[in-house]
Every structure is written in structure tokens, then in C-alpha cells.
């Protein structure tokens, strides 16, 4: 059973959105944190947004902020991720986690994933920005 499940990656041109979607089960979504990351191939797994559970406070890595805004229906447990003013450096695996952070900061993790204690991930979703 797949714990998250992305939808909503595909091809766009520079400058356009997408709006991404992440279907949680009930087991994974009892973490604190929840969040999207991204990953291109030889690179590592970055941070890219995430919503700490226990105040619905949102944190955004520099490069997305102003363009992208996640949000997330807990009832539904759903979590979106709103992509504008796409750029072609935004390419990449698009993945949904939840997880319990283990370092004082809480749910902000740029490219750091030592500071996740543990959670679940999605396979993810591809996203193509092209010029």
C-alpha cells in the first residue's frame, strides 16, 4: 500500500505552473512535518517547502519563495503544492514526505536529511520546465 502518492508533475513552459498533489494514508500522515522535495539526477534530495502540523507554520527554500505555496487539507489528508513563475531550474522529482524532525529547528530541511528522525516518502512526481 502506498503510503503517499504524487500527482499532478508533467511538461511546462517557462514561466508557467503546475500544481502538484499528495494523497497521504493514515499512518503516514501522524508525522509532525510535512513537506515537498525535489531531486535531479547526481544531485542530492533538497528541501523545498514543508508545513510544521503543530502551528501550520509554512517554510519555503530562498529560490521558490514568492513563487510557490504549499498548503494542505488534513481532513483529506492532501497536500498540494502550488507552482508558479516556473523556471527551468525548477525541473526535477517532485516528492512528498512527512516526517518527525530530530533537530531543535523542526520542519524546515534544505539539503540536509540528516535532520529528519524518520517519516515516509512518495516516489514522486516529474516535473519538466522547458524553455
Known amino acids: 500500500q502506498e503510503q503517499l502518492l504524487e500527482s499532478g508533475g508533467g511538461s511546462v513552459q517557462d514561466g508557467g505552473s503546475l500544481k502538484l498533489s499528495c494523497q497521504g494514508s493514515?499512518?503516514?500522515?501522524?508525522?509532525?512535518?510535512v513537506g515537498w522535495f525535489r531531486q535531479t539526477p547526481g544531485n542530492e534530495r533538497e528541501g523545498v517547502a514543508s508545513?510544521?502540523?503543530?502551528?501550520?507554520?509554512?517554510w519555503y527554500t530562498d529560490s521558490v519563495k514568492g513563487r510557490f505555496t504549499i498548503s494542505e487539507d488534513f481532513a483529506k489528508r492532501t497536500l498540494y503544492l502550488e507552482m508558479d513563475t516556473l523556471k527551468r531550474e525548477d525541473s526535477a522529482l517532485y516528492l512528498c514526505?512527512?516526517?518527525?524532525?530530530?533537530?531543535?529547528?523542526?520542519?524546515?530541511?534544505?539539503?540536509?536529511?540528516?535532520?529528519?528522525?524518520?517519516?515516509?516518502w512518495g516516489r514522486g512526481t516529474q516535473v519538466t520546465v522547458s524553455p
Open positions: 514526505a512527512t516526517f518527525q524532525p530530530k533537530w531543535a529547528g523542526g520542519c524546515p530541511v534544505d539539503g540536509d536529511l540528516s535532520k529528519i528522525a524518520f517519516g515516509f
Open positions: 493514515e499512518h503516514s500522515w501522524m508525522m509532525r512535518c
Open positions: 508545513i510544521d502540523i503543530s502551528d501550520s507554520e509554512p
